[in-house]
Nanobody, 126 residues
Framework: QLQLVESGGGLVQPGGSLRLSCAAS????????IGWFRQAPGKEREGISC????????NYADSVKGRFTISRDSAKNTVNLQMNSLKPEDTAVYYC???????????????????WGQGTQVTVSS
């Protein structure tokens, strides 16, 4: 069974950091394009970062560029999202997703992604 599980969410003060992990079972993450998305209450799901299967430069949404970093840990079969300088507007449920299309690029829209995790809550508040 192909499954993604996010972890690492929680409550953090503005300016703080969190590191989210996306773990896979049933497949090897390094073989696929992986995206991180978030959804705040009442808002659409937003693509925030992705890393392609080809190993090219990751993509970031303007809202997180310079603060968030996506990376692969092949030994642990995870894709991580390091989030620094967190702001209250970063509060959302964060999801990782896998694109099995074998395209060499990654997309910041939900459409190409086939498998999704259940999400992890990130709350930035003082």
């Amino acid at each position: 069974q192909l499954q993604l599980v996010e972890s690492g969410g929680g409550l953090v003060q503005p300016g703080g950091s969190l590191r989210l992990s996306c773990a896979a079972s049933g497949f090897t993450l390094s073989s696929y394009t992986i995206g991180w998305f978030r959804q705040a209450p009442g808002k659409e799901r937003e693509g925030i970062s992705c890393i392609s299967r080809s190993g090219g430069s990751p993509n970031y949404a303007d809202s997180v560029k310079g603060r968030f970093t996506i990376s692969r840990d092949s030994a642990k079969n995870t894709v991580n999202l390091q989030m620094n300088s967190l702001k209250p507007e970063d509060t959302a449920v964060y999801y990782c997703a896998a694109d099995f299309s074998f395209l060499p690029v990654c997309f910041m829209t939900p459409t190409p992604y086939d498998t999704w995790g259940q999400g992890t809550q990130v709350t930035v508040s003082s």
